[in-house]
T-cell receptor, first 114, second 114 residues
């Protein structure tokens, strides 16, 4: 699976949009971009994923550049509860009999400032 | 709450003792994963089951570690002769075999070996 690069940490003011970048310049055509977050002392929480089109759900939006070499996770109105480590993961979808293990990096520690 | 439960949530043991952790996945999920997370790092893959079959083990899983998933339901992870280096958060995740699989994580078991 392709390697990802994320900033170590970021701050965002409460109520503003939090934009978390991820670089995945070696991504292959069959690799998806997944985002998880981990709030202190909890298990990782799935946020969103996409292949090449922008995606939106109730938690966030995912913007993937046209060349797919980078993406941005957007939390539209950050709250204090969004303080967490955010992981960008690129993975191949291997189908019914493949190990779909997730390869985590060290992520971005996002702190929401009151 | 993702629907994946782990027990116990915390475990303190002395070096050399055996410990066993349990994971109850989301009921219809046929895949189950174990990960380990040390302080400041992202989770690392340990092993994975499809139904009751253990299909892959990481090199991180030494001979002192064993995992089972009888009848393809709950899973146990046992560590024999614990060492201080085994201190970590042990995470379980489950998923359904579909295209664009999403893994849902439990809250983890935090192990401290004294």
């Amino acid at each position: 699976d392709a390697k990802t690069t994320q900033p170590t940490s970021m701050d965002c003011a409460e109520g503003r949009a939090a934009n978390l970048p991820c670089n995945h310049s070696t991504i292959s055509g069959n690799e998806y971009v997944y985002w998880y977050r981990q709030i202190h002392s909890q298990g990782p929480q799935y946020i969103i994923h996409g292949l090449k089109n922008n995606e939106t759900n109730e938690m966030a939006s995912l913007i993937i550049t046209e060349d797919r070499k980078s993406s941005t996770l957007i939390l539209p109105h950050a709250t204090l509860r969004d303080t967490a480590v955010y992981y960008c993961i690129v993975r191949v979808i291997r189908g019914s009999f493949g190990n779909e293990k997730l390869t985590f990096g060290t992520g971005t520690r996002l702190t929401i400032i009151p | 709450d993702t629907g994946v439960s782990q027990d116990p949530r915390h475990k303190i043991t002395k070096r050399g003792q055996n410990v066993t952790f349990r994971c109850d996945p989301i009921s219809e999920h046929n895949r189950l994963y174990w990960y380990r997370q040390t302080l400041g790092q992202g989770p690392e893959f340990l092993t994975y089951f499809q139904n009751e079959a253990q299909l892959e083990k990481s090199r991180l899983l030494s001979d002192r570690f064993s995992a089972e998933r009888p009848k393809g339901s709950f899973s146990t992870l046992e560590i024999q002769r614990t060492e201080q280096g085994d201190s970590a958060m042990y995470l379980c995740a489950s998923s359904l075999t579909v295209l664009q699989e999403t893994q849902y994580f439990g809250p983890g078991t935090r192990l401290l070996v004294l």
